[in-house]
């Protein structure tokens, strides 16, 4: 399922994240890779937060669709 309908609090392991290749390597860089942990720490109608290598990174919902866990 998409990061986007992750419930709040919740640990995921991130599968796949999809995108064009730009978008793909910039989701990379901010540590969104395949095998990875990631915590949803609130999420709102346009941002969604998240807790990722002990950072907090707030991302587009339509960024988010796109980080399958």
């Known amino acids: 399922m998409p990061l986007s309908m992750v419930r709040e609090g919740e640990q995921n392991i991130i599968k796949k994240v999809g995108g064009k290749e730009e978008t793909r390597r910039f989701l990379e860089t901010l540590g969104f890779v395949s095998g990875g942990s990631v915590t949803v720490v609130s999420g709102n109608a346009g941002n969604i937060i998240v807790n990722i290598r002990d950072s907090r ?9 796109k980080i399958l866990v």
């Open 57 to 65: 990174i707030a991302i587009g919902r339509d960024m988010a669709n």
